[in-house]
């Protein structure tokens, strides 16, 4: 039982370039979340699933698409990343009201 | 869209005192209030969750109280320890979105 896997775990990208970061869960959960995490600026939401087929923008979807795939997958991209994107992304995923279980995260670097 | 706000960002306690964080929201439908602790290069993990319908909860040393009239809540950690350490954050949803503060930095000085 893995939980929610994020790939990859770290990631340089040139001012630019595109990418996609990929989470998947294997909790049977209909609820799925990406946020990123920047010092003193706690857990920013980017977007979120509330269940398969459906996503809605967070706090800070500027630059950022996501696709629900399927119920386990839910994929972030980046299509242009800037200096601005480099962070700590992490995906979750939960049931309504109930625990969130986090990805291992993934470490971005824009140059 | 759902704002919540927490204080202090850094917290410095001698082991064995208490600790205690502080947070406030803005949306009214918001009813679910969990707190997650997230050790150095470690992914958050939740601690103690509360609901609306519930004023206060306790676990061993930790406790969390809500006051949805002024829309506050708060953890409260008793007889700190090192393994305390952390960096803390509360959240509030309502339906599915999950909104979290800035998060608290605790240090417990042996």
């Known amino acids: 039982n893995a939980g929610v896997t994020q790939t990859p775990k770290f990631q340089v990208l040139k001012t630019g370039q595109s990418m996609t970061l990929q989470c998947a869960q294997d909790m049977n959960h209909n609820s799925m979340y990406w946020y990123r995490q920047d010092p003193g600026m706690g857990l920013r939401l980017i977007y979120y699933s509330a269940s398969e087929g459906t996503t809605d923008k967070g706090e800070v979807p500027n630059g950022y698409n996501v696709s629900r795939l399927n119920k386990r997958e839910f994929s972030l991209r980046l299509e242009s990343a800037a200096p601005s994107q480099t962070s700590v992304y992490f995906c979750?995923?939960?049931?309504?009201?109930?625990?969130?279980?986090f990805g291992q995260g993934t470490r971005l670097t824009v140059v | 869209g759902e704002n919540v706000e927490q204080h202090p960002s850094t917290l410095s306690v001698q082991e064995g005192d208490s600790a205690v964080i502080k947070c406030t929201y803005s949306?009214?439908?918001?009813?679910?209030f969990p707190w997650y602790k997230q050790e150095l290069g470690k992914r958050p993990q939740l601690i103690i969750d509360?609901?609306?319908?519930?004023g206060e909860k306790k676990d061993q040393r930790i406790a969390v109280t809500l006051n949805k009239t002024a829309k506050h809540f708060s953890l409260h950690i008793t007889e700190t320890q090192p393994e305390d350490s952390a960096v803390y954050f509360c959240?509030?949803?309502?339906?599915?979105?999950?909104?979290f503060g800035a998060g608290t930095t605790v240090t417990v000085r042996a």
């Open positions: 509360i609901r609306s319908n519930v």
């Open positions: 959240a509030a949803q309502g339906d599915y979105k999950l909104s």
């Open positions: 949306d009214s439908a918001s009813n679910y």
């Open positions: 979750a995923s939960s049931e309504r009201q109930i625990q969130a279980f």
